[in-house]
């Protein structure tokens, strides 16, 4: 497995040094989570890589000699998931051989009907696996997780408040674990449920807390410079906005001294790319960037083009697309981004014999096309289908 090299490692702080204790970090597993671009066989990859992530987990947690796994928040996608989906999740968890903490978040709150109260949770948890409430759990002598649960799917004020109140008065390491996104790392100051940086930094610094594991940011993310708080990201991506999702992290926390370790556990990819189109000639770019990808039926793809493309190009960049749809996860285009006007040229028509309703159906397509009006784009896009039905036969 990959392990990453990070800039602060290692971190030490002043004084001396007492009981250590190695555990990973993870978090936004969203077990069951579908996407909607998916085909079906492509979702069943998708949904098996997200329980094999938590194999991963388990794994490296024994390899690396961990004490136990913390994932801090967003367990389930929902607490609306299939039964066989918390099964599947349970049996690897129970399969690893290390215990596991898990926060509920906003995804998968503990309130009323929370999966983690579902009869299909409690039923098959192995007593190596523990939810998370709001009173402190000694994992063992001088070592106590705080967690914050969500109860609900909103919140006010800051989630990991109550947590570091809770933790101030503990002997030895306390290792706090919280969800939601801080207020240094969004735009918008005003949203709620936010974790206040200055508030968490403020507590590693006076000693009140040795760790801060965070979940809700997909990507690994460091809270502040003091390498002792940090957003491990998902262990699989989930969306193209992620900058940095794929990771677990590996904690050797004491009383005054952090090193943090990620590890590469992500096996899919989300991928964006734009193209802008003048002619047949620009299609080469794109299908050198396709045939670039690795691992092509594990990502998943969003393109979008601008320009001018005549029949003939247009219909070979469909039949491109067609073509690697079938190697690649899934293939999106990002109509937010997309002009692509579609003119046809002389006689492209006319070189395919169209004649009656098709004939005229081609010549209203192509003079809209031309036109200022709102569906010429719609128009260009209608033409270029028949012009490709019309050439391939049925």
């Known amino acids: ?59 490296i947690a024994k390899e690396d000699g961990c004490a136990f796994v913390v994932v801090a928040g967003d367990v389930f996608e929902s607490n609306m998931v299939e ?109 709620g449920g936010l974790v206040a940086r200055a508030e968490a930094e403020g507590a590693l610094a006076r000693g009140d807390a040795q760790y801060i594991a965070l979940g809700d940011r997909h990507s690994r993310t460091a809270l502040g410079d003091n390498g002792k708080a940090w957003y491990s990201g998902s262990p699989e991506p989930t969306d193209y906005d992620e900058t940095d999702p794929g990771w677990v992290l590996v904690a050797d926390v004491e009383r005054d001294h952090c090193v943090v370790e990620p590890v590469r556990t992500g096996t899919w990819a989300f991928a964006r790319e734009h193209f802008n189109l003048a002619g047949a000639g620009d299609l080469g770019r794109v299908r050198a960037w396709l045939d670039g990808r690795p691992n092509k039926d594990r990502t998943i793809v969003k393109l979008s083009f601008t320009g001018t493309l005549n029949l003939a190009a247009r219909a070979e960049l469909d039949e491109m697309l067609a073509h690697y749809e079938a190697m690649f996860a899934a293939i999106e285009q990002w109509e937010r981004r997309m002009d692509l006007v579609v003119q046809a040229e002389g006689d492209e028509f006319t070189a395919l014999g169209l004649a009656g309703f098709a004939a005229g159906a081609a010549e209203e397509l192509a003079a809209l096309s031309r036109s200022d009006s709102p569906q010429a784009g719609d128009a260009g896009n209608a033409l270029a289908l028949l012009y490709r039905l019309a050439r391939n036969g049925p």
């Open 1 to 59: 497995m990959f392990r990453g090299n990070l800039q602060m490692r290692p971190h030490a702080c002043s004084g001396s040094l007492s009981r250590m204790v190695r555990f990973v970090h993870t978090s936004d597993w969203q077990l069951g989570m579908t996407r909607h671009f998916l085909r079906p066989e492509a979702q069943a990859r998708f949904s098996a890589a997200r329980i094999e992530a938590v194999k991963s987990v388990g794994r």
């Open 83 to 191: 039964r066989a989906v918390v099964v599947r999740a349970l049996e690897a968890m129970r399969e690893a051989g290390v215990d596991f903490y898990l926060l509920p978040g906003n995804h998968d709150p503990l309130g009323a009907g929370s999966v983690f109260h579902s009869p299909a949770f409690t039923g098959q948890c192995p007593a190596n696996v523990h939810v998370l409430g709001a009173e402190p759990v000694q994992i063992a002598a001088g070592v106590t997780l705080v967690g914050d649960p969500w109860m609900a799917k909103r919140r006010e004020g800051d989630p990991i408040a109550g947590a570091l109140a809770r933790a101030r008065g503990i002997a030895g390491v306390r290792i706090i674990v919280g969800h939601g996104n801080a207020d240094a790392l969004v735009p918008d100051l005003q949203a």
